[in-house]
Structure formats: C-alpha cells, structure tokens
Nanobody
Framework: QVQLAESGGGSVQAGGSLRLSCAVS????????MGWFRQGPEQEREGVAT???????AYADSVKGRFTISKDNAKNTLYLQMNNLKHEDTALYYC??????????????????????YGQGTQVTVSS
C-alpha cells in the first residue's frame, strides 16, 4: 500500500513558477515508478510526467521544456518543478505511484495508463 500527499499548489500569474511536492509513505524507490497527473475543468485526467525507479523521465508534449519531475529517495519525496506556467496548466494535480513493469534493471512506468495509487490532489490556478 502506498499513501501520497501533495502540497505546493496555489495561484500564480502566467509566466510564473511553482514547485509541487509529494510525500510518499511506504516508499521503496526500487519498487515503484512515480508520476504526476492533472485534471482540468471539465477534462479527463491526463499524465503530465513520470519517473522510473532509475530516474528515467518522460513528459507530456504540452509540458516538455517547462516542467521537471524529480525525486529525493532519502526524503521519500517526489517533486514537480513547473516554470513558465500557462493558463491552460490550471488543474488539480495528482501525485501517483504504480508497480509498473521490470525492464533493464528498473521499474518502468506504464504509458497511457492510469496508475494504481493517487493522492488527493493539489490545485494549481494560473491567471492570464
């Protein structure tokens, strides 16, 4: 069982930055892949960024070059640094974890698939 708790959301003007954090309980970095998802108003939840157990990352095209996912295994914390925020980034952001699949000596995140565990979410609002 994995428990996830997000923090760091808020309101910011377009062009600004925010850093989201996710405290992970029962964290075993070698056993889970981690990610961030978001759900905008009247939209379906979508994947934003993922990080495999060995640190390999992947991003949605809409955030490439602006967002950075990272993790601190010693602090059991996942991060999402968001720069140059746009109005369309407004959404409820969820931290997520999944058991993934094992390949090339690491746990890999599934693609285009919901994860097994989610936090409660933290709201990010970007004003234009």
């Amino acid at each position: 069982q994995v428990q996830l708790a997000e923090s760091g959301g808020g309101s910011v003007q377009a062009g600004g930055s925010l850093r989201l954090s996710c405290a992970v309980s029962t964290y075993q970095g070698s056993n889970y892949c981690m990610g961030w998802f978001r759900q905008g108003p009247e939209q379906e939840r979508e994947g934003v960024a993922t990080i495999d157990s060995d640190g390999r990352t992947a991003y949605a095209d809409s955030v490439k070059g602006r967002f950075t996912i990272s993790k601190d295994n010693a602090k059991n914390t996942l991060y999402l640094q968001m720069n140059n925020l746009k109005h369309e980034d407004t959404a409820l952001y969820y931290c997520a974890a999944d058991s993934g699949y094992y390949r090339e000596h690491a746990v890999r995140c599934p693609r285009d698939k919901e994860f097994g565990y989610y936090g409660q979410g933290t709201q990010v609002t970007v004003s234009s």
